[in-house]
């Protein structure tokens, strides 16, 4: 008995480092297990921050806007014409930003007609209708961020207009339409950008200009689009022409003070390709041999030059902002088209009306309607 006992303790005291040294060996295990447990979403999330990233972001703004001016005359002393003008106009811009990728999308769009009694009898329908404002302008740039502020960029822009356009006169004439003209410019190039303002610089810069109505081009406004001798005699004519050249922009808005913002953009393209082409018109050439400049070399004097081969747009707004659907704002925009020249300084009865140059002006104020909505969104 007693030795059975003896040899029930001995086997107890060899067994029990055994179990010991399975528990010990057991606890390293267990809580490598349990450490790879809590990394398993650590590394999850990691995996899917990136997938997160490269989402991108949308930015984007919608503002539609309404623009109401009337007036009404009856026995008045100081006497004037009843009126009534509205305008609807539409502006969007839509950014999306991907790392050092942006896209930027801008739509601007904008219809007016006023009505106008001129005859001081407030007839009443008014019986002159008339264009207040008519713009299609959009444009999409693909940015890829380089260093200190600088961008490579690619652009596209498109403009043109609604609806007729005539100049008013003695003898009204018709002398644009929707896609007569039209403008194409795509550029490649470099954009140094900062928060509220940025230059864009392109020498390799193709703006296709179409002007798709026969009549205005057999009346003379061609825009620019060359017209061989034998085109103007048959009667078939060119509807498009593309320059190749340089293209600078700058564009800023900023709030200048409380409620108060400037908006400022200049674009100006320079023709590689003009001198040449003119050459081939047969209405430019008299005009140019008329002024001693038959051996084409008039580029030596810079402002004949620029006169002919240059195109310039700068555009001015300043806004004060009520409420955020109510605005006073005030317009001005200057434009020079080496290509448009007005009807009523080349008269009726002349070839090439709409070409060799003329400076343009266009001013507005007013109050202003807004329906705002901006909605910034995850892709």
């Known amino acids: 008995m007693k030795k059975t006992i003896l040899a029930s303790l001995l086997m107890m005291a060899v067994s029990m480092p055994l179990y010991a040294q399975e528990e010990i060996e057991a606890a390293p295990a267990q809580e490598a297990s349990e450490q790879v447990a809590e990394e398993q979403p650590a590394e999850e999330e990691a995996a899917a921050e990136p997938e997160k990233k490269n989402k991108g972001e949308w930015t984007t703004s919608s503002t539609p806007q309404l623009k109401i001016d009337e007036a009404y005359y009856n026995n008045w002393s100081a006497a004037g014409n009843a009126r009534l003008a509205i305008t609807a106009a539409f502006n969007g811009t839509y950014k999306y930003v991907n790392g050092k990728n942006i896209w930027d999308n801008i739509v601007d769009l904008a219809f007016g007609i006023h009505w106008q009694d001129l005859d001081g009898k407030n007839t009443p329908l008014l019986e002159s209708l008339r264009k207040n404002e008519d713009k299609i302008d959009l444009t999409s740039t693909y940015s890829r961020a380089l260093k200190n502020s600088w961008n490579v960029n690619a652009m596209a822009n498109f403009k043109t207009q609604f609806y007729k356009g005539y100049q008013y006169g003695e003898d009204t004439a018709l002398i644009s339409n929707f896609m007569a003209p039209a403008y194409l410019t795509t550029a490649l190039g470099f954009e140094y950008k900062k928060d509220w303002w940025n230059v864009s610089l392109s020498f390799l810069t193709g703006r296709t200009?179409?002007?798709c109505s026969d009549s205005l081009i057999k009346n003379g406004y061609n825009y620019g689009v060359i017209q061989d001798t034998d085109f103007?005699?048959?009667g078939h004519y060119r509807h498009a022409y593309f320059g190749l050249g340089?293209?600078?922009k700058f564009y800023m808005k900023k709030d200048i003070a409380k409620n108060l913002n400037l908006y400022v953009r200049a674009e100006l393209f320079y023709?590689?390709?003009?001198?040449?082409?003119?050459q081939r018109e047969a209405g430019?050439?008299?005009e140019l041999i008329q002024n001693g400049y038959a051996n084409w070399n008039y580029g030596k004097k810079l402002g004949y030059c620029l006169y002919h081969e240059m195109d310039f747009d700068l555009e001015v707004k300043l806004e004060y902002r009520f409420s955020s659907w109510l605005a006073a704002y005030a317009g001005f925009q200057m434009r020079y088209d080496s290509d448009f020249r007005s009807v009523n300084e080349w008269g009726q009865n002349v070839?090439?009306?709409g070409a060799m140059g003329a400076l343009q002006f266009f001013q507005t104020a007013g109050l202003q309607i807004y329906f705002n909505w901006k909605t910034p969104k995850e892709a």
């Open 246 to 248: 340089s293209y600078v």
């Open 209 to 211: 200009t179409f002007v």
């Open 232 to 234: 103007l005699t048959t």
């Open 351 to 353: 070839t090439n009306k």
């Open 271 to 278: 023709d590689y390709m003009k001198r040449s082409n003119l």
């Open 284 to 286: 430019i050439r008299n």
